[in-house]
């Protein structure tokens, strides 16, 4: 600890008292009160101490660096971080690394901090958001300069003498190519030889409820992807991007030393036709099949981002992918032919579907898909377009599993009253602004539509039985405490 940094921590224990007053003061102040109110005080203090050195009272924290600012502009709120960490920081167990803006120059009295930090702490999950604005434009990554050898040292200095972590979320890195070794993390990490004990691992992984990211990141390629894992051997669940993934990754998973061991891989879709990084993978059925035989138990968990072709999604996951979850997020694209292709492929594997894009005309399809995929018991509608759904196909969905289901909501707006509503428009935005329309001004709330929604929502009360609830413009039952967090 630097003696600059020694002379901040002794003037912050004192501006951190209640009062500015001098100790002699205080003291003379104090002798005024009797005895017993003195011994009160005394107690107090002594309880309170005793409750602030607790270790689950740190357990977890945050620590947030504006990497932009130089050392004048640093904050109060910074500065009494920087004693609390050097005070408290040994009972970390998780901890979260936020350094905003552009990694171009971190605070350079910040380094002691995460250097003492790192010693001390016996970290069991480290979340890394490190320069979460990095653009993707190619143009702009040749202005801004690589970040300094020192910060990533300092901040790599987690991972180096990390003993006990089990949990690692990489949620915004810059991985740029032509590292040195001490600044690689990927490098360090394989460098640790307690990493080994490593069981869940998630690489870029957004972390919004849109599942959007802020950023367009340089993704790690398959290799440095591969490199990691094969260094990992107690992986239970990974959080990737698609373009990481690979064959031979898979078959890296498929090792007769990793029998039973990956339980659970979420897929992140980014697609796009103009940038090689983001292509979805071509994965052989015999990947998925080989890692399925050695692990009965792995199942795969896929979010979709991108307005992707059915066939194209397909390459990556084919008839053997053990797909027990997909999430179709806002700004994706179903179609009849993908709610088929899931239909055929995955009806003994498929437990949760959810349904945040446009939706219309897809009644028939998802009362097929409900119907032929019998583990299914979690189901999610909430569409950003308005209708889509007729109320007799609501019905006959609930009727599917009546009190079986664990998950059923679907949100009021995507209900249709009225039978046959027109979607002749094929641009989504087009038909969330029409149909928006349509049930504002032409087609207004009248007693038929009161009657027929007071009629649905009593026919699934009593399908679905008595935990169901209609309220925040959802029809809705959760009998799962986890409800639909992503």
């Known amino acids: 600890m630097t003696k600059e940094f ?19 003061i205080i003291i003379h102040i104090l002798q005024f009160l009797p005895l017993s109110s003195k011994y009160r005080a005394s107690m107090v203090c002594h309880s309170m101490y005793n409750i602030f050195n607790d270790p689950e009272l ?11 600012k130089d050392n004048d502009s640093i904050t109060i709120e910074e500065h009494d971080a920087k004693i609390l960490i050097s ?27 995460l250097l003492k930090l790192s010693n001390q702490c016996s970290l069991e999950k480290l979340i890394l958001k490190v320069g979460p604005y990095y653009s993707g434009s190619e143009s702009l990554r040749k202005e801004i300069p690589r970040p300094p050898k020192e910060d990533m040292v300092v901040l790599l ?29 990927i490098k360090v990490i394989v460098r640790n030889p307690t990493f080994h004990r490593l069981e869940h691992l998630s690489i870029l992984w957004p972390d919004s409820r849109q599942m959007l990211s802020v950023y367009q990141p340089t993704l790690p390629n398959r290799r440095m992807v591969l490199e990691l894992v094969s260094h990992l051997k107690n992986i239970k669940s990974l959080r990737l991007r698609s373009t990481m993934l690979s064959n031979d990754l898979l078959k890296e998973f ?27 993978p071509f994965i052989n ?65 498929l437990k949760r579907f959810e349904l945040y894009c446009g939706l219309k005309n897809y009644d028939n399809s998802l009362i097929r898909m409900v119907e032929e995929c019998t583990s299914l018991k979690h ?31 679907i949100d009021e707006k995507n209900v249709s009253i009225v039978d046959n509503i027109d979607h002749a428009e094929n641009d989504e935005m087009v038909d969330h602004i029409e149909n928006k329309l349509k049930g504002i001004a032409i087609d207004p709330e009248n007693d038929d539509r009161k009657m027929k929604r007071m009629e649905l929502k009593e026919s699934l ?22 409800g639909v967090q992503i």
Request: glycine share 4%.
């Open 6 to 24: 020694q002379m901040e921590e002794n003037e912050c224990q004192q501006r951190l008292f209640l009062t500015d007053l001098p100790m002699e």
């Open 58 to 68: 740190w357990r977890q924290y945050e620590v947030c660096i504006e990497s932009d």
């Open 87 to 113: 005070k408290f920081g040994k009972y970390f167990k998780i901890l979260t690394i936020n350094i905003c803006g552009h990694l171009k120059g971190m605070p350079k009295d910040w380094h002691p901090v």
């Open 157 to 185: 200095s987690l991972i180096r003498n990390a003993k006990r972590i089990k949990q690692l979320d990489i949620q915004y890195w810059p991985f740029l190519p032509d590292y040195h070794e001490d600044q690689d993390i």
């Open 254 to 280: 498929a090792h007769c030393e990793r029998v039973d061991k990956l339980q659970l891989m979420k897929i992140y879709v980014t697609h796009g036709k103009s940038n090689p990084q983001f292509h979805i």
């Open 285 to 349: 059925p015999s990947s998925w099949k080989c890692l399925t035989d050695i692990n009965p138990n792995f199942s795969v968990n896929c979010w979709v981002i991108p307005r992707v072709q059915a066939a194209v999604l397909s390459n990556m996951l084919t008839f053997d992918c053990p797909l027990s979850r997909v999430v179709f997020l806002e700004w994706s694209r179903v179609t009849d032919l993908m709610l088929e292709s899931i239909t055929s492929k995955y009806s003994k594997t």
């Open 379 to 409: 189901l999610v509608i909430k569409s950003c377009t308005w209708y889509g759904l007729q109320y007799r196909t609501v019905i006959k969905l609930a009727a599917s599993r009546g009190s079986g289901w664990k998950t059923f909501l």
């Open 461 to 482: 009360a009593a399908i679905l039985g008595s935990e169901f609830d209609d309220r925040r413009k959802a029809l809705i039952i959760y009998r799962n405490k986890d």
